[in-house]
């Protein structure tokens, strides 16, 4: 089971408050483990100030202006960029599914403050990842659900309805979900 580029839903019985009613996309699955940034927890701090403290000039008003998000809780000081394929950063991009890459390279961040950038993009710090097995058996434990991934979704629903969005893909309505997981 591959799943990266897909959306990791979280269920309400996680027990795991840094999760709660998050919304993960997957960047990396595999035998190794998986990583993943959330795409709907804003932090409190705007793009403008953390290019202010990188020294890098802010030519777009209104990029300073977007919030910068909790991509996870690992690595909280390292920062990291989803966005639509139409970039590649003169480092490295990497391509995870089509319409998506991801980079984790300063270079970008330059780009996106001189107007130069992604069309979409989302920048977040830190993220959330998993040792081998450890995903499949948060799954198989009822901690998430899993749906497949839009541009539409990911960069242009307001983060405060991503995560019901994400569940309506799956024809889910957010009230009839348990918290507890049952087993035949």
Not at 135 to 161: C, H, K, R, Y
Request: aromatic share 6%; net charge negative; with cysteine.
């Amino acid at each position: 089971m591959d799943l990266t580029g897909k959306l990791l839903i979280a269920m309400p019985g996680m027990g795991d408050p840094r999760f709660d009613h998050t919304l993960i996309y997957l960047c990396s699955h595999g035998e190794d483990g998986a990583m993943g940034l959330i795409v709907n927890k804003p932090a409190d701090l705007r793009i403008k100030a953390l290019l202010t403290q990188l020294n890098i000039p802010c030519e777009v008003p209104v990029v300073g202006e977007r919030l910068v998000r909790f991509g996870g809780p690992v690595e909280t000081a390292r920062g990291f960029v989803l966005h639509s394929e139409d970039y590649e950063a003169n480092l490295h991009s990497m391509p995870v599914k089509p319409g998506f890459r991801m980079t984790a390279t300063l270079d970008i961040l330059e780009d996106i403050a001189a107007g130069r950038g992604p069309e979409k993009s989302m920048l977040m710090l830190g993220y959330s990842g998993w040792g081998p097995g450890q995903l499949e058996d948060e799954i198989g434990m009822n901690g998430w659900l899993t749906t497949d991934a839009s541009l539409d979704l990911v960069f242009d629903q307001p983060d405060d309805e991503k995560w019901e969005a994400a569940l309506a893909t799956l024809g889910v309505d957010p009230l009839t979900l348990s918290a507890s997981a049952g087993h035949a």
